[in-house]
Every structure is written in structure tokens, then in C-alpha cells.
């Protein structure tokens, strides 16, 4: 009898864990740090960094967010916001300034490996996909893709 009720607590007590669901960033937290890429035109930079988010249930959990601008001579000619956080998917949510009025727009992870992130939202003009890729520690390459036209920018960590 105690043997029984030993295993129906051990039965109860891993299922509980397997329902659990795993918000951790361990799988994307090698996007954390400043990534530059300078050119003629001007230097884009995006930071990453984690930080915690709480939601209406009570759940606490950390999420990635980013920061991106593009700075030519000294003006601020592009910058937008990042929030890349994990439901059963990741998403990948981003708000750009003077775009879609105000309003994020949603990208889901298709790709989620240890040197590559693949966001996808078919509905959207333009970018349908976005691509990170990392190179080397040091070397990270994103691009922005959809509708036969790309974008790639190939970054340098410095910080």
C-alpha cells in the first residue's frame, strides 16, 4: 500500500513539472549585449538585454527587450523597440517610431536554435521574416526579408 501511494505522488508530482511551462531566455540569451554596424551611411545599433515581465495571473517570467537605432552624423534617423518573449512560441514583438501607428507588430519564431532566431508573420508588407544568426561570439548577422527583397546587417559585439 505505501508503495502505491509512493508512486501516485511521484506520478502526481511529474506531471505537475511537465505542465509547467519553461519561460526562461537560456535559449536566446546570446543576443544579450550592443551589437554595431557601421557603415558610410551611419551606424545601426540594437542592445539587448533581459529583464522580467509580470502578467495579470500572477506569473513572472524574463524576456529579452532591445533597443535599435540608426544614427547618421549625429541624428537619430531611425529607432524602434524589441520585446522578444516566450508564450508557447517565441514572439517577437516590435514597435517601430512613426510606423504602424504606434502599434507592435507581431513576428513568430519558426527557428529557435543555439546560433539562429527565424520570426515569421506572412500577413505583414514588409519584413515577412526576420533572421538572426550568430556568426562567432563576437559576430552576429540579422536580416529582414520578404516578397523577393532582403536586407542583411552584419553586426559587431561591443559590448
Not at 519561460?23 to 546570446?30: A, F, G, M, P, R
Not at 545601426?44 to 509580470?54: D, G, P, S
Amino acid at each position: 500500500m505505501k508503495y502505491r501511494i509512493l508512486l501516485l505522488l511521484l506520478v502526481i508530482i511529474f506531471s505537475i513539472n511537465a505542465c509547467q511551462k519553461d519561460y526562461s531566455t537560456q535559449e536566446v540569451d546570446w543576443l544579450i549585449g550592443t551589437w554595431e554596424n557601421k557603415t558610410e551611411d551611419g551606424t545601426f545599433t540594437e542592445t539587448w538585454y533581459r529583464t522580467k515581465n509580470e502578467t495579470k495571473e500572477g506569473l513572472t517570467y524574463d524576456r529579452l527587450e532591445a533597443k535599435s537605432t540608426f544614427i547618421k552624423n549625429g541624428d537619430t534617423l531611425f529607432q524602434e523597440e524589441v520585446i522578444l518573449f516566450k508564450m508557447d512560441k517565441w514572439i517577437y514583438s516590435v514597435m517601430a517610431s512613426n510606423q504602424n501607428d504606434g502599434k507592435a507588430t507581431l513576428f513568430t519564431a519558426t527557428t529557435v536554435t543555439n546560433n539562429e532566431l527565424i520570426f515569421e508573420n506572412p500577413e505583414h508588407d514588409f519584413p515577412k521574416k526576420i533572421t538572426y544568426k550568430i556568426v562567432n561570439k563576437d559576430s552576429l548577422y540579422a536580416e529582414i526579408s520578404g516578397d523577393g527583397k532582403s536586407q542583411g546587417f552584419p553586426f559587431k559585439k561591443v559590448n
